[in-house]
């Protein structure tokens, strides 16, 4: 069985997007703040290890219109070009109802997202991530979300896309990680208690 991570880069008001979907602030602190070579090291580690990664159509129209062709970019530095190549890499699925295709090594999703979910975390694989607040928020509120990574950021925006949606019950959860990085960015990691 599969385990399922829902992380992003959060603020510290608990947005994942700025109103518009403004994703400027996420760099680390600031707005059009770039991460910390050691956080976007961080991240791109997490892709390496991540045997297939769950999108929403947002964020993978976020991720998409970048990934694919930055490690081809002129001046594109060494991590860059590392992240690029492994987020091509690295198996996808996305799940949308408005999208009719999906390109590179990904797979589109039009039906019930938390019956697919359940069923690709019953197989056998490596460890999926889900990104994408609407689509982790469902995979939540079905409780197969099996760890959180908030990587808060010290912004407040004031609104926009929140990390955590409305939840029909309480998760209770178990701290299991802590790291600071620079820039005040702070990670924690969380396990559900079952």
């Not at 385990?3 to 992003?8: I, N, R, V």
């Not at 959060?10 to 910390?36: I, K």
């Not at 002129?74 to 070009?81: L, M, Q």
Request: charged share 20%; aromatic share 10%; no cysteine.
């Amino acid at each position: 069985m599969r385990e399922l991570t829902f992380g992003m880069n959060v603020t510290l008001d608990g947005y994942v997007a700025a109103p518009g979907g403004d994703l400027g602030w996420s760099g680390g602190g600031g707005p059009d703040a770039s991460p910390s070579d050691e956080l976007f090291q961080w991240w791109s580690d997490r892709v390496a290890a991540t045997g297939l990664a769950l999108y929403g159509r947002g964020l993978w129209e976020a991720m998409n219109s970048h990934w694919p062709t930055a490690d081809r970019q002129p001046g594109a530095a060494p991590a860059v070009v590392e992240y690029a190549r492994r987020w091509r890499d690295m198996p996808k699925v996305v799940f949308s109802s408005t999208l009719d295709a999906v390109d590179g090594n990904t797979r589109l999703v039009t039906g019930d997202a938390v019956a697919e979910i359940a069923r690709l975390k019953a197989e056998d694989g490596g460890p999926m991530d889900i990104g994408g607040a609407t689509l982790a928020g469902a995979a939540v509120r079905a409780g197969l979300v099996d760890e959180y990574v908030l990587v808060t950021v010290p912004v407040l925006v004031g609104g926009g896309t929140p990390f955590f949606t409305a939840l029909d019950s309480w998760v209770s959860l178990a701290l299991v990680e802590t790291r600071a990085f620079p820039g005040g960015v702070l990670l924690t990691r969380y396990r559900t208690r079952r």
